[in-house]
């Protein structure tokens, strides 16, 4: 037997081959003896150079015979991919566009070479067509500029007023982002009063066995044992709680081998990261699948992120993926080598997450880092009872010394006030339109139904505002028999009447809140008050809750008409199916941006629920809440009796608002090892300094990303760490500190980057900075960019990791479901043309795809489909006593629908049941309790309780979809005839369009420039 051994990316692949020709006579104990001299010296050396050398010189020297191709990196022969074959999906391809490389309005091959990402074009340069996609005639094809770091709150008063997202320096891929460096958190602190905590483990053995754990390169060394905060085990989200037992002393009573030598050369490698071969864990995630000839690319079940190559007790260390997570899982040594993977680099944070799990800290001392401020987390090292080494900065720190590392908190914006208390204000729009609506009675009943259940304690406080031309406040104070009302008419000079009894505390006077609630929807049943004046109205709101902070809830209805921020329609609808660059994304007035930047100074975030069916320039009214870390709610075509499925909605909304948890005065800092820097952030915040968002109101619905280049060589690192640190405000006045911990591995080989890489990751981060270039560019740009990053990563993975060319669209399998989720993103509401949208509803969908969480994010961008006329037992899961089915995920394509089947469609805040006109009768009586399709309701919206097993079987599955989320997604039941037929099919991203390709033919697109 001849083992033959293949270098390829630092690790060594063996194979086996029975050749007599390549056999030695009577070289068996020789041909040993050689082989195992070889291996031996390879484990000393541990230079793949130097062992190819060693081995071909022995092979020489005994003249043994070199080694052979190993036939397992051969793929089988076989016929490639033939551009005159029948196409997969033929469905999809009209018979009119044929397969060839003629030229033709379909056909992708008319298209001009693609440029690399390197050649972005940069804001403020001409603007570029870009490529058709449908039946229109072919342009050429030209590279779109960068999605340039755009980070949209980072730039104080005064602001252009057509300027939503402060521009910062052009990012071309290719080139490192200018980036900034993190300085020194200041000192902050709070002192509160203490609460029990859970008891530290105090004799956690060691997972590498007693008193040895091998540090890390560069002294970032991994500790010896891993560090056991409290609660049962240790992890890397927990949260500080007020003034914190003694955690230093807590950690170094530890069990970390009283024999454990002191790490005399912290620069030596780790053996249990050294031992790792990323790639040979990885196998699947780099095979190449050719996607022209795989039709079946879904997974069965979730897409999962991929997992860091570390050590398995490190690994269940790390933060969970849904709270902080890498576009690349495997961090690249140098930022040569991160462009030339041509993938991009960042986090996506769901800081605030609710968590069942986080344990809460309670301890005298906040151990931190003295130089970089790093709170204290599994990933240090200790060098003894009392040292550690941050795992960011590197810095040796102690217990000991006049400066110690016990702090107060205290946020300097807040050092002259106790912790803020929940302010609650509500300010509605009660003009004619608004009345209409019927909205004022669904916001009363469910303030009057949750009034207890609002976050907050013995101090909460809580306040009205009304407004139509004219700004009414109510007196609330304690005493009075009922509310009176205070009316303000001079919206150009707006004053506070009574600063003492418009915001009262909620516990005193609970029965004036009730009977206003109560009376409120009356008031107005009569106006004939057609104006809004929601400028001066935001205004009122802003002083009243400037002396304590809070939250305000602005209800709005129509646009704006009267003083400071009236705003006059700018929307055009012939011009909302127009192939051409869509107008008008940005802001008509800076007074909301301005506003709200005020108001994130004084502790005071605004959140907008808009209920209206007529344009109300959301693209200026949602800055008032972008820039104040507050957020948006649409309903289009809101109305109490036309549109009961919004009204639904609306409801569960509503309760979820008003019950949450929600953390006031809070600050984030994002910090990782020193060698990378954060560059560029996305969601909804100001960046009060280079890297600290101030976030007025935090949510657990809130999800933040940021974007990162690697400033330093990485060289002599092993692993990398990334640390999001929130410090809030409880609603019970607690002074809390949030804090997540990640660690990545290093790598130096394009394979383990492509291994690493996070499709769901990279396309939520895409999104982002997609959404920033229709702003600050256009839309086409935009466009042009997120195919351009397709086409890029795809090539890189074809020249760089494919050892073995073969024809067709190649890409790994951890990024096989990247084209598709880039043409479902070109098909989404935010970036489509060709198909009527109206303006606020693209608006809206551009805010959603800013500050959404990435697990809600997926969903919206790609649907999932179901067939649930045939739901069965087999595999279903078993959930408090409770069987849900689990039918397998279908492709987003008319080809799997059929008139007898009934078919769900989640696409995050809305499903859609679509039944064929041949629906199995069976379905309709025992499902929707109807006798037959014609009986079925236009606008059904609920599945009705039958005690029937396919009733409850289905039920059980709709009912545990939404239990995945948050906020309450909306049944609709579509019939083949009815009006939401048209945005079922708008999702089916995977067909043809008249305005855009389907997936096949996106991928032929794909293909032709990848190949040149």
């Not at 052009?170 to 002192?191: K, R």
């Not at 705003?567 to 301005?594: C, G, M, V």
């Not at 968002?693 to 690697?710: H, K």
Request: one cysteine or more.
């Amino acid at each position: 037997m001849w083992f033959d051994w293949h270098v390829r990316g630092g690790s060594h692949v063996f194979s086996e081959t029975c050749s007599s020709s390549r056999r030695l006579v009577g070289c068996d104990v020789t041909h040993l003896v050689i082989f195992a001299v070889a291996k031996i010296i390879e484990c000393i050396s541990r230079n793949t150079l130097l062992n190819f050398y060693l081995y071909y010189s022995f092979l020489k020297f005994f003249h043994l015979p070199g080694p052979s191709q190993n036939p397992l990196l051969v793929p089988p022969s076989g016929a490639g991919y033939n551009i005159g074959t029948q196409p997969l999906y033929s469905n999809q391809m009209p018979a009119k566009a044929p397969l060839s490389t003629g030229p033709g309005p379909y056909n992708p091959g008319s298209y001009q070479m693609t440029p690399p990402v390197s050649s972005y074009q940069g804001p403020g340069q001409a603007s570029l067509t870009r490529p058709p996609m449908g039946p229109v005639q072919p342009a050429p094809f030209r590279p779109a500029g960068p999605m340039a770091p755009q980070s949209q709150n980072s730039t104080p008063p005064p602001m252009p007023s057509a300027a939503p997202y402060a521009p910062q320096p052009t990012w071309p891929y290719g080139a490192p982002p200018v980036s900034v460096s993190s300085p020194p958190v200041p000192t902050m602190g709070n002192h509160v009063t203490p609460v029990p905590g859970p008891v530290p483990n105090r004799h956690s053995p060691s997972p590498y066995g007693a008193g040895h754990t091998p540090p890390l390169h560069h002294g970032a060394s991994l500790p010896p044992g891993p560090v056991s905060l409290p609660a049962s085990s240790a992890t890397s989200s927990y949260t500080y709680q007020g003034e914190l037992p003694d955690l230093l002393h807590c950690l170094g009573d530890l069990n970390i081998g009283d024999d454990a030598p002191p790490q005399a050369n912290p620069a030596q490698l780790s053996p249990s990261l050294a031992a790792l071969s990323l790639q040979s864990q990885s196998p699947e995630t780099l095979r190449a699948v050719n996607l022209l000839q795989e039709r079946n690319i879904l997974p069965p079940g979730p897409v999962t992120p991929p997992t860091p190559c570390l050590p398995q007790d490190l690994q269940k260390l790390n933060c969970n993926p849904e709270v902080f997570r890498s576009t690349l899982a495997n961090i690249p040594q140098t930022q040569s080598l991160l462009n030339k993977a041509k993938l991009p680099l960042g986090l996506l944070l769901h800081p605030f997450k609710d968590l069942s799990q986080l344990p809460v800290v309670t301890s005298s001392t906040i151990v931190r880092c003295r130089s970089c401020r790093t709170y204290i987390n599994p990933f240090v090292s200790f060098l003894d009872q009392r040292r550690w080494k941050c795992n960011l900065c590197y810095r040796v720190n102690d217990g000991e010394g006049p400066s110690g590392l016990s702090l107060v908190f205290r946020n300097p914006q807040n050092s002259l006030r106790p912790p803020q208390p929940a302010v609650y204000l509500f300010v509605l729009d009660v003009s004619h339109n608004a009345v209409e609506t019927g909205y004022l009675d669904v916001v009363c009943q469910s303030l009057l139904d949750n009034l207890s259940s609002l976050p907050g304690d013995t101090r909460t406080k809580i306040g009205f505002i009304t407004f139509d031309s004219t700004i009414h406040f109510y007196n609330l104070q304690e005493g009075l028999s009922q509310p009176q009302m205070l009316i303000v008419s001079d919206i150009d000079d707006i004053f506070i009447p009574t600063p003492d009894s418009l915001l009262v505390n909620l516990n005193d006077c609970k029965e004036l809140v009730q009977d206003l609630l109560k009376g409120l929807p009356q008031m107005f049943n009569k106006t004939m008050e057609t104006q809004s004046a929601l400028g001066p109205a935001l205004q009122a709101a802003f002083k009243l809750l400037s002396p304590t902070g809070g939250r305000a809830s602005i209800f709005q209805t129509q646009l704006p008409t009267l003083g400071v921020g009236a705003l006059k329609s700018r929307e055009d609808p012939n011009q909302r199916a127009s192939l051409k660059d869509i107008q008008h994304l940005s802001p008509a007035t800076d007074f909301y941006k301005k506003l709200a930047l005020d108001c994130s100074g004084q502790q005071v975030a605004v959140d907008l629920f808009l209920l209206s069916g007529q344009y109300c320039d959301l693209a200026s009214l949602g800055c008032i809440s972008r820039y104040s870390a507050g957020s948006v709610y649409y309903y289009p075509s809101y109305h109490h009796q036309h549109n009961l499925a919004e009204v639904e909605r609306f409801q569960k909304d509503l309760k979820r608002y008003l019950t949450r948890k929600i953390g006031f005065e809070a600050v984030m800092r994002i910090r990782c090892t020193k060698g990378l820097s954060i560059h560029t952030f996305h969601g909804n915040f100001f960046v009060r300094s280079t890297d600290l968002l101030s976030l007025p109101n935090v949510n657990p619905d809130a999800g933040f990303a940021v974007q990162m280049s690697i400033e330093e060589n990485l060289m002599d690192l092993q692993a990398v760490s990334f640390q999001a640190a929130l410090l809030y405000t409880s609603s019970k006045g607690e002074r809390r500190i949030r804090v997540h911990t990640m660690c990545l591995p290093v790598v130096n080989s394009m394979a383990d980057i492509f291994a690493g890489a996070d499709v769901q990751a990279i396309t939520g981060l895409l999104a982002s900075m997609a959404v920033d270039r229709s702003v600050s560019a256009s839309l086409s740009d935009a466009r042009d960019a997120l195919t351009n990053a397709a086409v890029d990563s795809l090539t890189a993975y074809r020249s760089s990791v494919l050892t073995i060319q073969q024809p067709g669209l190649l890409a790994p399998s951890c990024l096989r479901l990247f084209p598709l989720y880039i043409l479902a993103l070109l098909k989404q509401k935010a970036f489509r043309t060709g198909t009527s949208t109206r303006l606020d509803d693209r608006v809206f969908a551009m805010f959603q795809l800013k500050y959404q969480p990435l697990s809600y994010l997926v969903l919206m961008i790609h649907p999932a489909l179901y067939r649930v006329d045939d739901l069965t037992d087999e595999g279903a899961l078993n959930i408090n006593e409770r069987t849900v089915p689990q039918p397998k995920v279908l492709q987003l394509s008319v080809e799997k629908l059929n008139r007898e089947g009934a078919f769900l469609m989640d696409a995050g805040s809305v499903m859609l049941l679509w039944m064929g006109r041949n629906c199995n009768p069976s379905f309709l009586s025992q499902v929707l309790g109807v006798p037959s399709y014609a009986a079925v309701p236009q606008n059904m919206n609920q599945l009705p309780e039958l005690d029937t097993a396919e009733s409850v079987r289905t039920r059980a599955f709709v009912g545990w979809l939404r239990e995945q989320r948050p906020f309450f997604p909306v049944l609709h039941i579509v019939r083949e005839e009815s009006p939401l037929k048209a945005a079922f099919m708008q999702n089916m991203v995977e067909d043809r369009t008249e305005s855009a390709l389907s997936y096949y033919e996106y991928l032929l697109h794909l293909q032709q420039q990848t190949s040149k």
